[in-house]
Nanobody, 118 residues
Framework: VQLQASGGGLVQAGGSLRLSCVASGNIFSITAMGWYRQAPGKERELVATISRGVNYADSVKGRFTISRENDKNAWYLQMNSLDPEDAAVYYC???????????????WGRGTQVTVSS
């Protein structure tokens, strides 16, 4: 199983970016998916997840939107009104099963850099 994240880049404050993540390989079901981020010198933090519901970090509520396309094993993070505080490496993750009877494991993408200039 591989998770490929894309869509990061350099944007001015107030601008927008859309991150994408696609999971490929032997996948039976994805029970949770989402995005985390890690800025230099800081711990990795949750940004947005979809499992039974949608969950956002307080710092991104109203600005970021997570969405999914189940038939493509893909999910997205639309980021609007970006702030320099949002600059970080963004990682996508998925909790998934490879077979109906297999255990559920977490998988991570390699990360995509988001840089926001002031």
């Amino acid at each position: 199983v591989q998770l490929q994240a894309s869509g990061g880049g350099l944007v001015q404050a107030g601008g927008s970016l859309r991150l994408s993540c696609v999971a490929s390989g032997n996948i039976f079901s994805i029970t949770a998916m989402g995005w985390y981020r890690q800025a230099p010198g800081k711990e990795r933090e949750l940004v947005a997840t979809i499992s039974r519901g949608v969950n956002y970090a307080d710092s991104v509520k109203g600005r970021f939107t997570i969405s999914r396309e189940n038939d493509k094993n893909a999910w997205y993070l639309q980021m609007n009104s970006l702030d320099p505080e949002d600059a970080a490496v963004y990682y996508c993750y998925a909790a998934l099963k490879k077979t109906p009877r297999s255990a559920e494991f977490n998988y991570w993408g390699r990360g995509t850099q988001v840089t926001v200039s002031s």
